[in-house]
């Protein structure tokens, strides 16, 4: 696609529910990147993909976080048993290379109640 | 572990004015990349500048240009002739420059540009 697509926009969920989000970068991009945005905050780092190499998964919160990339393309970034404090909007960029020319989608609203 | 400060929460100027955003980061690396991000209402990042740090010279881009101070970890950014389509939140973000995937942002400015 032209862009970075991201579903769904909005997400809103009960405590407890597992939620599934994903990213479809753009087309020949190798990296890939999950960030999250808290209310009023910059973004915090959660998960890399490059290419075929294991992922850097150093931001990811806690356990109950996971992601993965299937073939090289989509990602998706999975919670389980949502907490209210996982309340943010999660976004995704890819990249041709590492860390260059970033491209960012519009994220997805997580909304826990 | 890098830190990026932004003091400034919100900032308001006239249209066709400049308005100045401050940034200042913390870090022991010596060879680094800074940028600055737009995200309006849409949530979309906007790369709007970027800056390599054993660069001396400021990144410039059309109405946008950076005021870089290696030695005071400084990056402002300075919009020129405002609009009202600059109207975002700003964010202020680096990078090492051997593991560039990893972008730490500070907390935003949210520029509002006034008829």
């Known amino acids: 696609g032209a862009g970075v697509s991201q579903s769904p926009s909005n997400k809103v969920t009960e405590k407890g529910k597992d939620v599934e989000l994903r990213c479809d970068p753009i087309?020949?991009?190798?990296?890939l990147y999950w960030y999250r945005q808290s209310l009023g905050q910059g973004l915090e780092f959660l998960i890399y993909?490059?290419?075929?190499?294991?992922?850097?998964k150093s931001g990811l919160p806690s356990d109950r976080f996971s992601a993965e990339r299937t073939g090289g393309s989509v990602s998706t970034l999975t919670i389980q048993r949502t907490q209210q404090e996982d309340s943010a909007v999660y976004l995704c960029?890819?990249?041709?290379?590492?860390?260059?020319?970033?491209?960012f989608g519009s994220g997805t609203r997580l909304t826990v109640v | 572990a890098q830190t990026v400060t932004q003091s400034q929460p919100e900032m308001s100027v006239q249209e066709a004015e400049t308005v100045t955003l401050s940034c200042t980061y913390d870090?022991?690396?010596?060879?680094?990349?800074l940028f600055w991000y737009k995200q309006p209402p849409s949530r979309q990042m906007i790369l709007v500048i970027r800056?390599?740090?054993?660069?001396?010279q400021n990144a410039t881009e059309n109405r946008f240009s950076v005021n870089f101070q290696k030695a005071a970890k400084s990056f402002s950014l300075k919009i020129s002739d405002s609009q009202l389509g600059d109207t975002a939140m700003y964010f202020c973000?680096?990078?090492?420059?051997?593991?560039?995937?990893?972008?730490?942002f500070g907390a935003g400015t949210t520029v509002t540009v006034r008829a």
């Open positions: 960029a890819s990249s041709p290379s590492q860390g260059y020319g970033y491209t």
């Open positions: 087309s020949g991009h190798t990296a």
């Open positions: 993909f490059q290419g075929n190499s294991a992922p850097d």
């Open positions: 870090t022991s690396e010596n060879n680094y990349y």
């Open positions: 800056q390599e740090a054993y660069k001396q």
């Open positions: 973000a680096f990078s090492p420059y051997n593991n560039d995937y990893k972008l730490s």
